[in-house]
């Protein structure tokens, strides 16, 4: 599985398109504060299976109409959260994540 941190001021409708066009998606986490590692409030997405190849530069098209945004993809691994979160692929800028959460 792979999880989806969307973040930004247009971060709710970014989230309802990438539902309505990528299948087996769903929503892991609606936040609007700092919560886990996650510095700012995000909407957290789960895939079921390997994302499309045009999720890709759509988010890239989606951050530069919008330079609030931010994303982060990576790997649903409950057994060494810190690496699947610092190996993650970030599209917009990088946030400092919190990965101090996880040794809690």
């Excluded at 001021?9 to 609007?32: F, M, T, V, W």
């Excluded at 079921?48 to 530069?57: A, D, G, H, N, T």
């Amino acid at each position: 599985m792979y999880h989806i941190h969307i973040y930004g001021s247009s971060r709710k409708e970014a989230a309802r398109y990438l539902l309505k066009q990528e299948p087996g998606l769903s929503i892991l986490e609606d936040e609007d504060g700092p919560v886990g590692p996650h510095p700012k409030g995000q909407i957290g997405l789960v895939a079921k299976r390997p994302l499309s190849k045009w999720i890709e530069k759509w988010m890239e098209d989606w951050v530069a109409l919008d330079p609030s945004m931010s994303f982060l993809v990576h790997l649903d691994n409950p057994e060494d959260e810190i690496n699947s979160h610092q190996k993650g692929i970030w599209v917009g800028k990088p946030l400092n994540l919190n990965l101090e959460f996880f040794s809690k």
